[in-house]
């Protein structure tokens, strides 16, 4: 397995993004997996949904999951940046006038 580094940073970067301006976090994170890391369309995507899933994407992260597009590992850490990145990005937005 790759190291773990580069993905928690995008999931705070991602996370960050989406507390401070409300994006969703697959619109950052499913095209920098495809071109910086090489991942398919289909492993991305997979990825993404898995990181996301209560209760948003349940039913189709594991539709992924069962043809084999999702990395479990890289979607734990992803999440794990992006939880602590959504509650930076919120406090930032909050404190702006």
């Known amino acids: 397995m790759a190291t773990m580094g580069p993905y928690l940073f995008l999931g705070l970067v991602a996370g960050v993004m989406s507390g ?19 991942f398919s369309q289909h492993q991305a995507q997979g990825t ?20 084999g597009y999702v990395d479990l590992g890289v979607a734990a850490v992803l999440c794990l940046g ?5 509650l930076l990005g919120a406090k930032m937005a909050t404190s702006l006038p």
């Open 48 to 67: 993404t949904l898995a990181m996301m899933v209560p209760p948003i994407g349940i039913l189709a992260a594991w539709t992924y999951f069962k043809q």
């Open 82 to 86: 992006f939880f602590f990145g959504g």
């Open 20 to 38: 401070l301006i409300g994006i969703g976090g697959g619109i950052v994170i499913v095209p920098v997996l495809v071109f910086l890391f090489g």
